[in-house]
């Protein structure tokens, strides 16, 4: 037996109501192979007392009469399956009207045979027949003179009519007033018209249905619904009087979704898991069945079925690919889901990873995302592309720190500028901290503090394609270095205004470091192809919670699971057409907008840093620490330099002093201190010839543009 769920109130258990009409009439006829509900026994014994002490009634109105764009999407639907259907039938008008006129002579034929079998009495022909082989001779009579009496009365009455017809035609023409002979011939073409369609073949259509393809199976019914999902052959689910509907069917945008409460014991992710089972059991296409979990509980399956491929739909046009400024501390509309509406994010407090196999969208979802950055005016962008394809180049126009390619000098640059934003990072708090408290109540850089320039507090969004590159470095120090940067600016930049996103092919624990995953608070995962990657990106247990980006087909690019702060996870598309000359247009007016503020900054404004005269300051500063001494430990020169300009060399430590000087050319290896106690008068440091040879070197001449790798986020 089929049972209709309707939700009690939030917070309420289920109450089942015994209601056949109104099922029917919610699900339509029921296909062969089907139960129709059971209208003598109650299916379970629950009453609104037992069960939470009330029932929630249904809507007035369907959902998509209460929202304007759902409302829109909807009449756009009708509006185009009508138009499709008035165009396929008037192209075809004229064979209509050919098989109409061919066959209007069998019309005329069947009213000549009704009205001659009506004016004879044939309708009683098999009681007078009976009558005559039963012998019964009175009967028989009396039907005979019934039969005359009406044939009498009919012709009477078919005689006045036709005379009176004949009579008004006369007096009409005599009077002048007979119609216009358009009118005639339309009345003629509509006699017979009307009589090919009463000769038509019997059990036959006139016209083909408007649908392709011809086996279509229409809008979804939920009998149609529970026999794919019992086809799945899961177990504890083998028959239709097993599932539940909780909900109506309704029309939701440009699909119908449907609610159903599965059997004890069967999740809803086992559904998601067949996916493209469940397809082809509902005889769709794969991007139009979109099976999710309920918020109810682990058994509430939603099965959203898309007129069309999600892939394939036309997506509504993006609100900012023209015109319009972006305020990261609001919403901003960043996808769309399979209704076709925006999906809004806030891009402030958060930090982010992003996975997927190569070519579903990962580079261009965070491409998109470093765009939306750009037209904020007061964000610092650094977009770092280790793909190294220039697939970020149009950020180039305003970032304010822009790098390409994973060669050693490449990945040297990009170290350089994450050591100074977390420099940047530590600046900000000893700037929080000094705020009075009604100016920053909360501790943390919010909207109207960006705005203040004398702060120099804006946002700092930095994205970072490809980051298994940093992450799996041969070198190790390289590669701790980048763990624990990364790591501690996914964990204390977002209250600072820091955002960082990163976006991987390969999701392992490996390519993107537990502690930056596991502090992410947005997660978007296009396609992957296992459970090890899925929980990667979406968090620990997601693949058992039934968001499995693993139903994903190579075909849905641009299609990921999103899961934010704070929000339940929803299968979301990101803007499609966004290429690179429209990422360009985008650009080039997030540069304009940061030239008419006064913001543009860093590599974008030619701001750009000689590293190498930097170098050479560093190395005097360490020359002028070592003195005469021939040999000198690192961590004796850390605290050497520290105690020489506390501001600028307060927070170096032994393995960035390390880097930095190798980057200078200087040797750093194992040296020998005798003046230290034997135990550790052995470690690294430098000898001061290195340095003497370091300063001899030719040191660039302007013509190498490798020294735009500093780039300081204070202006």
Known sequence: MLRVLHPAREGDDLVSTESTDHYLSAVGNVPDGATTPDTTTPDVDATPASRGGHTELPPIFAAWLKDRREFAATAWSALHRTGHRAAWHGVRSPWYVARLVFMSPRGAGRIWLALFGWLLDSELRPLRLEAVVGSDPSMALKLRKERNDRIHRRLIVTGTLAGLAVLTGLVLRALGMLPPAWVMWAALAGSILGLGYIGRPV???????????????????????????????????????????????????PGHQVDLELPAGVPASAIIEKRSELSAALRRELGTVW????????????????????????QAKWPLLRDGAVNLFRPVPMFTDQRGRWVDLVLAYTSGVIGAVPRMGKTFALRELLLIAGLDPRAKVCAIDLKGTGDFSPTALFAHFYSVGDEDED???????????????????????????????????????????????????????????????????????????????????????????????????????????????VRLCFKVNGQVANDQVLGTSSYQAGLRATQFAFEDKGIAYLRSDGADAQIVRSVAGLDAPASEKVALRARHARQTAGLLTGQAAGEVME?????????????????????????????GLAALRPALYGSLDVRGLGS????????????????????????????????????????????????????????
């Open 203 to 253: 059990g036959k259509k006139l016209v083909r249905p408007a649908t392709v393809p011809v086996n279509n199976p229409g809008p979804p019914t939920a009998p149609y619904v529970m026999r794919a999902l019992v086809n799945l052959r899961i177990g504890g689910m083998a028959k239709v009087e097993d599932i539940a509907l909780l909900f109506d069917v309704a029309r939701v945008g």
């Open 291 to 314: 099976p999710s979990v309920g918020k109810r509980h682990e058994g509430h399956l939603v099965l959203y079925v898309c007129d069309e491929p999600m892939n394939k739909a036309k």
């Open 611 to 639: 590293a190498e005269a930097e170098q050479v300051a560093l190395l005097d500063d360490v020359r002028q620490v070592v003195a005469s001494g021939a040999v000198m430990h690192l961590t004796d020169l850390v605290a």
């Open 411 to 521: 990945v040297e640059k990009q170290l350089t500028a994450m050591r100074e934003l977390r420099e940047e990072m530590r600046r900000r708090a000893r700037v929080i901290r000094s705020l009075p408290h009604e100016e920053c109540p909360d501790n943390k850089v919010t909207d109207v503090l960006a705005n203040r320039r004398d702060l120099n507090l804006g946002p700092v969004v930095v994205g970072v394609d490809e980051c298994q590159v940093w992450f799996q470095h041969d070198d190790k120090e390289v590669r701790e270095e980048f763990i624990k940067l990364c790591a501690d600016l996914v964990k204390r930049g977002p209250a600072l205004g820091i955002i960082c996103y990163f976006a991987t092919q390969k999701p392992s624990a490996k390519s993107i470091p537990t502690d930056i995953a596991d502090n992410a608070s």
């Open 660 to 715: 930095q000087l190798r980057g200078a050319g200087v040797q750093v290896a194992n040296v020998h201190d005798a003046s230290k106690p034997r135990e550790r008068s052995t470690a690294k440091g430098v000898r001061r010839e290195w340095l003497d040879v370091a300063a001899t070197e030719v040191i660039g001449d302007g013509e190498d543009d490798a020294g735009a790798s500093r780039l300081r986020l204070v202006p």
